[in-house]
Antibody, heavy 118, light 109 residues
Framework: QVQLQESGPGLVKPSETLSLTCTVS????????WSWIRQPPGKGLEWIGY???????NYNPSLKSRVTISADTSKNQFSLKLSSVTATDTAVYYC????????????WGQGTLVTVST | EIVLTQSPGTLSLSPGERATLSCRAS???????LAWYQQKPGQAPRLLIY???SRSTGIPDRFSGRGSGTDFTLTISGVEPEDFAVYYC??????????FGQGTKLEIK
């Protein structure tokens, strides 16, 4: 059974960089689409981006200048960095896995709330 | 960027009734790369349908999806108490960003 678990600080100060890691267990890491999605409190889902085959990335243009997604296959982990955060980046952040050929979101982590505040 | 518009915003039904949720795209979704997710309060979304009409593993057959191009539908043939939740559509495939619809809340009437 594939499981994903997000980890990282729950509180980030404005203008700093939000950093989250998703640890994958119970399945192969290579060859899948690995994505990040976020959901502001009480609002809908926003796609952040994905990494595929540990190197090919695609980001939401609305966040592209601030986002980096990377992977460490030796640790079965992939990571999200979002720079210059503001209060509008406060959200539950989810990591998710797609299939080998498509980026739909089959397995999800439980999500982690990140609050941007002083 | 493909904009997905879901309707209605809220759907009020009684258990056993048929639910029809709509997702309309601002431009054609290539390859019918359209998914539906269910989200309950405090939980991560769950994949119901992918490729517009393929049920994900373990999803009951009362859930069905259809559509192509710009018009897609999720149907629940007889709503069960555990189906009351928020439903999102998402496109994926050839034209990132892979946007979500704004959601339809299925509530008990």
């Amino acid at each position: 059974q594939v499981q994903l678990q997000e980890s990282g600080p729950g509180l980030v100060k404005p203008s700093e960089t939000l950093s989250l890691t998703c640890t994958v267990s119970g399945g192969s890491f290579s060859g899948y689409y690995w994505s990040w999605i976020r959901q502001p409190p009480g609002k809908g889902l926003e796609w952040i981006g994905y990494i595929y085959y540990s190197a090919s990335t695609n980001y939401n243009p609305s966040l592209k200048s601030r986002v980096t997604i990377s992977a460490d296959t030796s640790k079965n982990q992939f990571s999200l960095k979002l720079s210059s955060v503001t209060a509008t980046d406060t959200a539950v952040y989810y990591c998710a896995r797609g299939s080998m050929s498509s980026a739909y979101l089959y397995y999800w982590g439980q999500g982690t709330l990140v609050t941007v505040s002083t | 960027e493909i904009v997905l518009t879901q309707s209605p915003g809220t759907l009020s039904l009684s258990p056993g009734e048929r639910a029809t949720l709509s997702c309309r795209a601002s431009q054609s979704v290539g390859g019918s790369y359209l998914a539906w997710y269910q989200q309950k309060p405090g939980q991560a979304p769950r994949l119901l349908i992918y490729d517009a009409s393929s049920r994900s593993t373990g999803i009951p057959d009362r859930f069905s999806g259809r559509g192509s191009g710009t018009d897609f539908t999720l149907t629940i043939s007889g709503v069960e108490p555990e189906d009351f939740a928020v439903y999102y559509c998402q496109h994926y495939g050839t034209s990132p960003p892979y946007t979500f619809g704004q959601g339809t809340k299925l509530e008990i009437k």
